[in-house]
């Protein structure tokens, strides 16, 4: 089935710890998006690829790292984990990059940091 | 700075019609988009208008006024499994998408 997979779907972490984020994409889509999404507040976009090869800072980045080294597989890293990236983390993915394309949206990788 | 706005929770009953609205302030427009977000789950796409007017798509609107800043969301012959959050999305000038927090929908029987 195409779509988007993300891995783990939820994860507890010691503080302090280092943790990456698995996403795979099988729609051949340049661009992908890794978002954090909070209660009260709306997605917030961490970083962002418009290819392999490139990457790109969103609103949210510090703390995060990311690298595309092909176009399927768009891992989120964070290096020391702290309370304040307790989230809900999504990856994206259109077909287009910088454009207004549709975003394609991953199951979610719930993260709680103790 | 860039804000998108809209209701935090509605309520409706089943079998009506239900308006969710959305004003937004950004650095450049690209379109507006509409999601739909089951708890626990992913948000799915729903709509995209970046033209004013009304575009209708089976039981579900999306009216968008430039003008104004403004887009609303209908939803007609609500049903039990339309009780979902709805994420408003504006593309700004980078071809970046700010989220609204989401309006929770409430479907009472």
């Known amino acids: 089935i195409a779509g988007i997979t993300q891995a783990p779907t939820s994860q507890i972490l010691a503080a302090g710890r280092r943790m990456t984020l698995r996403c795979t994409q099988d729609m051949r889509h340049n661009a992908m998006y890794w978002y954090r999404q909070d209660l009260g507040l709306g997605l917030r976009l961490i970083h962002y690829s418009n290819t392999a090869g490139t990457t790109g800072k969103g609103e949210v980045p510090d703390g995060y790292s990311v690298s595309r080294a092909n176009t399927d597989d768009f891992p989120l890293t964070l290096a020391s984990a702290v309370p304040s990236q307790t989230s809900v983390y999504f990856c994206?993915?259109?077909?287009?990059?910088?454009?207004?394309?549709?975003?394609?949206f991953g199951p979610g990788t719930r993260l709680t940091v103790l | 700075g860039q804000n998108i706005d809209q209701p935090t929770e509605m309520t409706a009953t089943e079998g009506a019609i239900v308006q969710i609205n959305c004003t937004y302030q950004?650095?450049?427009?690209?379109?507006l988009f509409w999601y739909q977000q089951h708890a626990g789950e992913a948000p799915t796409f729903l709509s995209y208008n970046v033209l004013d007017g009304l575009e209708e798509k089976g039981r579900f609107s999306s009216f968008l006024s430039r003008s104004k800043g403004y887009s609303y969301l209908l939803l007609k012959e609500l049903q039990m499994k339309d009780s979902a959050s709805y994420l408003c999305a504006v593309s700004d000038s980078n071809y970046q998408l700010i989220w609204g927090a989401g309006t929770k929908l409430i479907i009472k029987p």
């Open positions: 950004t650095s450049g427009f690209n379109g």
């Open positions: 994206a993915s259109s077909a287009v990059a910088a454009s207004a394309d549709t975003q394609y």
